[in-house]
């Protein structure tokens, strides 16, 4: 199987998993990338049976309209009762690195609003420790530089992402050569740094389901 039929294959098992707990008045939380897409495309046979999404991006809400599907801002629902989402990278705690399309900062607030987070992933995403990915990290321009230096005395090398501004306007840097043994200790650290809007590591809210798209079938794992 190619890598997007795992992505698809996963999507799918994603929209078996919600479909049954859908209401009327459900709201679904949804991701950013080419995983997401294939979830989004798939939703859309779903309209109707539940009110509406919010979107962790600005293309993704876009992809969504598309489909005819409602798009809530985040201030105007009450509250999400799962988000879906893929990634760059998963542990077995179901720890992740996110942001390789530049939507962390959505995409952790929307994660930290839903009652459950459902992660669709092919199974390259799969690693016995974070880090192989470069870590994105959200920054604000003016902070780049100090963040840069802040982030190489924690022994990363930041590559800033050029070309790139985030939906809230800032610049992205991914960290290479961390091997993120302590991935709530980095978050936090990281997110501590002046300048620092988001990181990607997803650990202080992990993903509560797995979703693995492999050659021999979804896999779906809960966190060890
Ligand atoms: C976007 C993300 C994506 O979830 C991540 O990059 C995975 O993307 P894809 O499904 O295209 O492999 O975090 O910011």
């Known amino acids: 199987m190619t890598q997007d039929q795992l992505k698809r294959a996963t999507a799918g098992a994603a929209i078996h998993y919600i479909a049954p707990k859908l209401e009327p008045r459900s709201i679904?939380?949804?991701?950013?990338?080419?995983?997401?897409?294939?979830?989004?495309?798939l939703l859309a046979e779903l309209k109707g049976r539940f009110d509406g999404a919010v979107a962790s991006s600005e293309a993704s809400a876009q992809r969504l309209r598309a489909?005819?599907?409602?798009?809530?801002?985040?201030?105007?629902?009450?509250?999400?009762?799962?988000?879906?989402?893929?990634?760059?990278?998963?542990?077995?705690?179901?720890?992740?690195?996110?942001g390789g399309g530049a939507a962390l900062?959505?995409?952790?607030?929307?994660?930290?609003?839903?009652?459950?987070?459902?992660c669709i992933a092919d199974e390259s995403k799969w690693v016995p420790?974070?880090?192989?990915f470069p870590l994105p990290v959200e920054v604000i321009p003016?902070?780049?530089?100090?963040v840069g230096r802040e982030i190489v005395k924690l022994g990363g090398d930041p590559?800033?992402?050029?070309g790139v501004t985030t939906d809230n306007g800032n610049v992205i840097l991914d960290v290479h050569n961390l091997c993120i043994t302590d991935p709530p200790q980095l978050e936090r650290?990281?997110?501590?740094?002046?300048?620092?809007?988001?990181?990607?590591?997803?650990?202080q809210r992990p993903a509560d389901l797995l979703l693995l798209g492999t050659s021999s079938g979804v896999k779906t794992i809960t966190a060890k």
Not at 105 to 118: D, W
Not at 129 to 132: E, Q, S, T, W
């Open 129 to 132: 420790v974070l880090g192989r």
């Open 159 to 162: 590559v800033y992402r050029e």
């Open 28 to 41: 679904i939380g949804v991701g950013t990338g080419s995983t997401a897409n294939f979830f989004i495309d």
């Open 105 to 118: 900062t959505r995409e952790k607030i929307v994660a930290a609003c839903a009652g459950e987070f459902v």
């Open 189 to 203: 650290a990281i997110n501590n740094l002046t300048g620092v809007v988001t990181n990607g590591i997803f650990a």
């Open 67 to 98: 489909h005819g599907i409602p798009v809530y801002d985040l201030n105007s629902v009450d509250d999400i009762q799962v988000y879906v989402d893929g990634a760059d990278e998963t542990n077995a705690a179901l720890q992740l690195i996110k």
């Open 142 to 146: 003016m902070a780049r530089s100090l």
